[in-house]
């Protein structure tokens, strides 16, 4: 044991190190002007960092915030504290923790026992049953993904729920399919909101730090949502159903006593104050108010003595960690775009693209850059490097920028490997799961996200 913490901390120092060398050397060695070679070198040392993982992803956004407040300046350091999407995930953490302290998802698990109860008394094929709960229960993720702005969150409520529930079957693979069906409805399916998947978030919230551009959330919705997220949802239950089902002739184990433990009395009011934060993200176009206020009105809400579901103390039991994170992002980003490094960059991507591109090779070649980078480090962080150079990419070549928006985020949401996502990461982590099985059914979704609903979305970004 002692060798192999030896050998881990080993590997976390060679980590570091190798960041601080990369670093050091793209500051030294970029023939690049002014203070592009600094900014460069400190967006690598965090992407190795990254990368590695020898230390939590928030505190290296941390070190990248303090680089650029040494190299540059507070402001430009500081600034993505101010970017309303970063509050937009605060209040989204906030969402979380009331819905999960008014224990809302247990009453939603009694329910849908008692309704797996009614259904089993009648059904006895079950292949028909696992059939019909793994349409509504991945048809309930994607609706979840409109009311909370976290996928993360949204997991780590689910993934319990879904592993009792899979108890009704004695058969593993219908255990596994009702777990990986509705978790990633509601993670895939998210991309057509606007507020339900990270990477929107942040990108959007770049563009409009850097262009000015500003996305409502009514129009990424029309936009996206027919496509990325019905039609996601719709292959999230196919490749699922293909690869795990009961089969005709197992059994079920339902048993009829209820889950231990009752709500509060708060999850009307819970549901209520959810609708409302829909309602204000959904009529965007005629208020203008950015979607911070919705989440911001939810918290409020919830925490509002009197009138509230939890106490203001629920507040410090939340992990505000990824906010760093975030900050660190926008930071980066931010940087890039001060030097001028974005649109030295934009010239570069320009100089392998076909002269004079059309629109949708144009937007096929974004797809293929920004998923090209998604191989080599997380999200977010490729978020934080490409979405200024697109930004500026667009700009020359003439292509719609939401468009160019909008197929950035299908290919950072085009998942293959754990290490893509903390998401996948934290699916990984509960005990049902081999990192085989998510492997295939995150690749099988991905195949046919690039090969049948790229096409139809950057149709639908283009003509509607």
């Known amino acids: 044991m002692m060798s192999t913490l030896t050998g881990r901390i080993d590997g976390d120092v060679a980590a570091v190190a190798a960041a601080l060398a990369l670093g050091a050397g793209t500051l030294a060695a970029a023939p690049l002007p002014g203070e592009q070679p600094l900014i460069l070198g400190i967006t690598l040392f965090c992407i190795v960092l990254w990368v590695a993982n020898p230390i939590p992803p928030w505190f290296t956004g941390l070190l990248g915030i303090g680089l650029i407040g040494v190299g540059f300046s507070p402001d430009l350091a500081l600034g993505g504290f101010a970017e309303p999407v970063l509050w937009l995930i605060v209040f989204g ?3 979380g923790e009331a819905i999960h302290r008014t224990r809302t998802a247990e009453v939603i698990e009694r329910a849908i026992l008692g309704w797996i109860a009614a259904d089993a008394a009648r059904e006895t094929n079950p292949v028909r049953l696992y059939r019909r709960l793994l349409v509504v229960l991945s048809l309930g993720g994607l609706a979840f993904a409109l009311m909370v702005p976290s996928s993360l969150v949204r997991v780590l409520i689910m993934a319990p729920i879904l592993i009792d529930i899979g108890r009704v079957f004695e058969s593993p693979a219908a255990r596994l399919g009702l777990l990986f069906g509705p ?8 991309l057509g909101v606007l507020t339900a998947y990270l990477p929107n978030i942040v990108i959007t919230g770049i563009v409009e730090s850097t262009t000015g551009l500003s996305i409502a959330w009514s129009e990424w919705f029309l936009s996206m949502f027919p496509v990325m997220g019905l039609g996601r949802t719709a292959v999230v239950v196919a490749v699922v159903y293909l690869l795990y089902r009961p089969s005709p002739d197992s059994g079920l184990s339902f048993a ?6 009752a709500g509060d009395g708060g999850v009307g009011r819970t549901v209520a104050f959810l609708a409302v934060g829909v309602a204000i993200w959904a009529t965007d ?3 203008g108010l950015h979607p911070v206020f919705g989440a911001f009105v939810v918290a409020t809400l919830m925490l509002l ?14 992990d505000f960690s990824i906010v760093f994170f975030v900050g660190g992002v926008f930071a980066i980003a931010a940087g890039l ?4 490094f974005t649109a030295v960059a934009a010239e ?10 059309s629109t949708p090779i144009a937007l096929l070649g974004v797809f293929g850059v920004t998923l090209a980078l998604l191989f080599v480090i997380e999200g977010l962080a490729a978020a934080s490097v490409l979405t200024p150079i697109l930004a500026s990419f667009a700009a020359e070549t003439g292509i719609p920028m939401a468009a160019a928006v909008q197929v950035e ?3 950072l949401g085009t998942l293959f490997f754990p290490y893509q996502s903390v998401v996948l990461v934290a699916i990984l982590g509960y005990d049902p799961v081999e990192p085989g099985d998510l492997i295939r059914v995150t690749s099988a979704i991905s195949l046919v996200t690039i090969f049948v609903l790229l096409p139809l979305q950057i149709g639908c970004a283009l003509y509607l």
């Open 305 to 318: 003595p009197g009138v509230g579901t939890v106490s203001s103390d629920a507040v410090e039991d939340v």
């Open 409 to 411: 985020a299908v290919a």
């Open 285 to 287: 176009f005629l208020h």
């Open 348 to 357: 570069s991507l320009l100089a392998v693209v076909p002269p004079d591109p």
């Open 256 to 261: 009829a006593e209820e889950s231990a433990g």
């Open 183 to 190: 978790l990633f409805a509601t993670i895939y399916g998210a």
């Open 93 to 95: 953490l906030i969402i």
């Open 337 to 340: 775009s001060e030097t001028g």
